[in-house]
């Protein structure tokens, strides 16, 4: 490609931008122009408030010319000295706004197919291809951003005003690439990402943020941007979560961050970080524990930012099982975790914080059966006895560990049964305990209002 296909290139690229909206010839009420619309209005606002101005209709307040004076003016940061200041004629309207279109011509500003017919009998195609070029010239082309992105050239050409803005935003994003100025938008939680690239700190939970609700997250975004960044909201939270949006009306609003300040005492919070996150207690000891037996651990959020604690209990089995976890609404930011292991084995206890698994995770915990109680142990033999061991002679005793399993022990007997027992006979059953291990027998008979009375023998 020579230098003359080059130039060529360019210019095609720049009329993409600054005609789109003669492509774009449908109905009067199509929502992309309702959008635009809106958006071009607050823009020029947002603009006329200096000169104390504003307009209501971009399709008639432009007419006479006086408020595009004032928006050129304030734009350029230049006065137009002689105009029709009580302009109540059309030819006193049609010189004023030809003053306002001949300055633009001089700063540089390139107008295509717009005369001032156009702008004082309100053709609102042209009038917002007008708005527009202001707004490319003024608010997206002029700006030359300290941290640009880099690599954005194109084929060895300048980049367009488009792809600079997207080359920003990008270089702002490096982990979640934009592709556009319409629907990568929808979700809100770009907007949110954006607001937090550019002071971090001040929308720190966007990646939590639930796509599903999408409005909340860009009004929470946007807001945060108006009051603490001065990025005002000449596009509308609705606007931009409209699967509608227009690529310039996205642009517009997006134009405002490249030069965003942040304003002192903003509420900033510090990012989700889950290497801060730590977990103590005794159900994520490696020993310890057992089937049946509730355990519990805790976990601290205090000094690792906002975020949302995920807890996942596997069992050897690789099967996950219950638990719950409760905030504990305290100073430490804590969460208590409670589970009841189902069975014997090793068992990994998983943490993530926004979905980052803390230090240390998976916890491997080894659940034994039953845990040992040393109260449940005995010992006997003539070692033990008090008196009659000798000197120099050998001597032995016993210790008993074995724990009671009362799902081992089991009743036998026609005394047990539920029908054929008469009153005032003795009624005999049997408790069958060897396999159970050792432990003491209790046995209670509740007759009609009170305890029978029974007698136990050991059959040993």
Not at 403 to 425: L, M
């Amino acid at each position: 490609m020579n230098n003359n296909d080059d130039l060529v290139q360019k210019r095609e690229l720049e009329e993409e931008e600054e005609m789109p909206l003669a492509e774009k010839d449908l109905a009067s009420d199509a929502p992309w122009k309702r959008i635009q619309q809106n958006t071009f209005t607050r823009w020029c606002n947002e603009h006329l408030k200096v000169a104390n101005k504003q307009i209501v209709s971009l399709e008639t307040d432009y007419n006479d010319g006086l408020r595009l004076i004032a928006l050129v003016e304030v734009l350029s940061h230049k006065r137009i000295p002689r105009f029709n200041k009580r302009p109540t004629m059309r030819p006193m309207k049609l010189e004023n706004v030809s003053l306002a279109l001949k300055f633009l011509e001089d700063e540089g500003i390139r107008l295509v197919n717009i005369d001032s017919g156009d702008i004082v009998d309100g053709r609102m195609k042209l009038i917002l291809g007008l708005v527009w070029t202001l707004i490319l010239h003024y608010s997206i082309s002029m700006p030359m951003w300290e941290d640009e992105g880099e690599g954005i050239e194109q084929k060895g050409r300048a980049p367009t005003p488009k792809e600079r803005l997207m080359g920003w935003i990008n270089s702002k994003l490096p982990d979640n690439p934009i592709r556009n100025f319409t629907t990568d938008w929808n979700s809100g939680k770009a907007i949110g990402a954006l607001v937090d690239a550019v002071a971090p700190g001040l929308c720190p939970d966007w990646e939590d943020w639930d796509p599903a609700n999408a409005l909340d997250n860009a009004r929470e975004a946007m807001k945060a941007a108006e009051d603490w960044l001065d990025v005002p909201q000449v596009m509308r939270p609705e606007d931009m979560v409209n699967p509608k949006v227009d690529d310039l009306s996205m642009m517009t609003y997006l134009s405002k961050f490249p030069s965003a300040k942040l304003k002192p005492n903003a509420p900033l919070r510090p990012r989700s970080n889950a290497k801060k996150v730590r977990a103590y207690g005794p159900g994520i000891e490696p020993e310890g524990n057992a089937v049946s037996k509730p355990t519990h651990f805790t976990i601290e959020t205090f000094s690792a930012g906002h975020g949302k604690v995920e807890v996942d209990i596997e069992n050897p089995n690789g099967q996950k099982e219950d638990c719950q976890v409760t905030f504990n609404n305290d100073k430490n930011r804590t969460y208590t975790v409670v589970y009841t292991p189902k069975m014997s084995g090793k068992y990994k206890i998983i943490i993530h914080y926004s979905k980052t698994q803390i230090p240390k995770s998976p916890f491997i915990v080894n659940i034994t059966d039953v845990p040992g109680d040393a109260k449940k142990c005995s010992a006997k033999g003539p070692g033990l006895q008090p008196v009659g061991l000798i000197v120099g002679q050998q001597t032995y005793f016993e210790i008993f560990t074995a724990v009671f399993n009362p799902k081992k022990a089991y009743a036998t007997g026609r005394g047990i049964q539920p029908k054929g027992i008469r009153a005032n006979e003795d009624a005999v059953f049997t408790v069958h305990t060897k396999d159970a291990g050792e432990a003491e027998l209790r046995i209670q008979i509740i007759g009609p209002g009170r305890l029978l009375d029974i007698a136990v023998a050991n059959n040993v």
